[in-house]
């Protein structure tokens, strides 16, 4: 990596996530690619809802090991 390391701000992601909408909504492509993109784009939002519903609804970790030590062999 040579030591030098950019990372985009907030408002760069917004402005690509604008621009994304931008392509699947207002842009001269065919429908076809329109449709795609508007596809992914949704499907990133609702398994972005999914996965926090999913992490927010978990129960907090117990300090014990959940792992069952039994002397099962195993080869």
Do not use: I
Not at 53 to 61: K, Q
């Amino acid at each position: 990596m040579g030591g030098e390391l950019v990372l985009a701000s907030k408002w760069d992601a917004a402005f690509d996530v604008m621009r994304f909408l931008y392509v699947g909504f207002f842009s001269d492509l065919p429908a076809w690619v329109r449709y795609t993109v508007l596809a992914l784009f949704g499907s990133t939002v609702v398994y972005g809802v999914v996965s926090w519903l999913r992490n927010r609804s978990v129960p907090a970790a117990e300090d014990e090991s959940t792992v069952q030590e039994d002397e099962t062999r195993v080869r």
